[in-house]
């Protein structure tokens, strides 16, 4: 059973930064395909971007593509997600979320791919 925890939303002004965690127990990160995911008021669950299982690639919605990054920390079993020039669109509880099962690369960017979630952390960007 695999158990993942986000960390470090907060209230941001439009235009900062935040990096938000997500630390993995009873698996290894390293083994699964892992993504984020945000969910506004009112609003349906939506991707944000994955980390490949082996190689490390990243792909990202094209509405955080070339603002957010992912990264993971093999050593510490963590991911990150690194967000720039936020804007109060972003706005969302974000999610951290691993699959443990083998799909097709599109597959991974619904909330069906994935087996394991964590709890949400809140960010929330004023303007």
């Known amino acids: 059973q695999v158990q993942l925890v986000e960390s470090g939303g907060r209230l941001v002004q439009a235009g900062g930064s935040l990096r938000l965690s997500c630390a993995a127990s009873?698996?290894?990160?390293?083994?699964?395909?892992s993504a984020w995911f945000r969910q506004a008021p009112g609003k349906e669950r939506e991707f944000v971007g994955y980390i490949w299982w082996s190689s490390d690639s990243t792909i990202y919605a094209d509405s955080v593509k070339g603002r957010f990054t992912i990264a993971r920390d093999n050593a510490k079993n963590t991911m990150f997600l690194k967000m720039n020039r936020l804007n109060p669109e972003d706005t969302a509880v974000y999610y951290c979320a691993c699959a443990t099962t083998r799909q097709y690369p599109v597959s991974y960017y619904y909330r069906m791919a994935y087996d394991y979630w964590g709890q949400g952390t809140q960010v929330t960007v004023s303007s």
């Open positions: 009873g698996g290894t990160f390293r083994n699964y395909v």
